[in-house]
């Protein structure tokens, strides 16, 4: 709609005021999408009969009956409904028209504002054959040109850009399209999801209301269209649920913070994904389960409970977990086995206070040893949690301050 609103306003069309929290009027929108529609039109002249009958699927003419003299609820109802249907809408298609006014852009880079959109998972991940509609100036004039390719070649290229920009969850999405076996569903439902929330937030779509129904159809298992519309973190908690023999939500969990409005407590934004993170497997298993209550429990099997420290704990077996003591302590070793055979023979030859004191005195020298290696490192076994306002980016440099064999940290994921 972006594009379409682009072309609009080059060609001068002024839209009327939109009603609060849109863009356009209902009665622009249709207009706008004309623009386009004229634009594709003219790409074909040259290329194709122009004699001939095309059936077009734009979603501004085909997503609600605006003719119609429906209300705006029905009409919400009727988009939501059709958007649910989106993957199939596109699978079936002959061809998949992709387009963006940028002058030049090939659409398959991570910078082109169609390939950012939520819905454009669905419009590409099925499409048999895709033709790139391309902006060209010629003569100071902007014309437009068709490149016709495969839909497979165009998602290669999508792919190879994703892995370019370190995106690994939409290299994961593309990867299991192209070539299935390379990628389970366990990986492929994990980026998808993270990828539509990503591009949800990325659109500022925070309420995430067409989360579920934009994923609906690209899951092995699909929703009826009549069970989704319940908000979007609902609608994404039972697509997990039905898909739950493909999918362990637990990876997911893991991953999300908590909801900042506790529609679906467990699901919040995910963390930024990072390399590695889409590779984690969980170790036990969750699955969401719908309910009548807006906020559908995780039921999790097979769970453990972890010790969690609030702080940092010195390490009291210093001299005993540290190679680089593995000297000190032999040393120690030996010199308090050579002092309780001096005192042993002390008290032997009858001087048992003598050989009393230096037995004090050897188990006193041992233990400062001990405690001296100990304020040296931390424990490093076992799970803490750090406040991040508190350590922040510096958490090497101060952990290091804390045990030198902490200056040197590995990110989870990263190796
Ligand atoms: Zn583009």
Redesign the pocket.
Same mark, same amino acid.
């Given at each position: 709609m972006r594009s379409a609103a682009e072309l609009a306003r080059e060609a001068g069309f002024v839209p009327a005021p939109a009603p609060q929290g849109r863009e356009y009027t209902r009665a622009d929108r249709p207009t706008i999408s004309e623009y386009f529609l004229r634009l594709y039109c003219s790409a074909t002249r040259s290329q194709r009969n122009p004699d001939r009958t095309e059936y077009i699927w734009l979603d501004e003419f085909c997503l609600a009956d605006d003719q119609q003299p429906h209300n705006d609820e029905t009409i919400a109802a009727q988009r939501s409904a059709e958007l649910g249907r989106l993957a199939d809408i596109f699978r079936g298609a002959l061809q998949v028209v992709v387009f @963006?006014h940028?002058e030049g @852009?090939d659409?398959t880079k991570l910078e @082109?504002?169609?390939g950012q959109r939520l819905f454009t998972i669905a419009e590409i991940l099925h499409a048999e054959t895709v033709v790139r509609l391309t902006r060209r100036r010629q003569n100071n004039n902007m014309t437009a040109e068709l490149f016709p390719t495969t839909g497979r070649e165009f998602r290669l290229r999508m792919q190879h850009h994703a892995a370019l920009a370190n995106k690994w969850h939409l290299y994961a999405i593309f990867q299991h399209t192209v070539n299935a076996g390379a990628v389970p569903w366990q990986v492929a439902i994990h980026a998808l999801v993270v990828e539509a929330i990503r591009r949800d937030e990325a659109g500022n779509f925070h309420d995430h209301k067409f989360l579920g129904t934009a994923l609906n159809g690209l899951l092995p298992r699909r929703a009826r269209l009549s069970d989704l519309g319940h908000s979007g973190w609902n609608d994404l908690a039972w697509l997990l649920e039905l898909n739950q023999g493909f999918y362990n939500a637990a990876s997911l969990a893991a991953v999300c913070s908590i909801s900042v409005d506790n529609s679906v407590a467990w699901l919040g934004k995910p963390i930024d994904p990072a390399a590695g993170n889409e590779r984690l497997e969980p170790v036990v298993t969750a699955f969401p389960v719908s309910s009548d209550a807006d906020d559908p429990p995780l039921t999790i099997v097979a769970g453990e409970t972890l010790g969690l420290r609030k702080h940092l704990k010195r390490d009291a077996s210093g001299l005993y977990n540290n190679e680089e003591l593995k000297g000190l302590k032999i040393l120690s070793w030996w010199v308090a086995f050579v002092l309780v055979l001096i005192s042993s023979a002390l008290v032997g030859s009858g001087s048992r206070r003598s050989g009393g004191i230096l037995y004090y005195v050897t188990a006193i020298l041992y233990c400062i040893v001990e405690l001296l290696a100990g304020t040296m490192y931390l424990e490093r076994e076992g799970w803490v949690f750090l406040e991040d306002s508190l350590w922040g980016d510096k958490l090497e440099a101060k952990l290091g301050e804390q045990d030198h064999n902490l200056r040197t940290l590995t990110l989870w994921g990263s190796f």
């Open positions: @963006c940028e @852009c659409h @082109c504002i169609w």
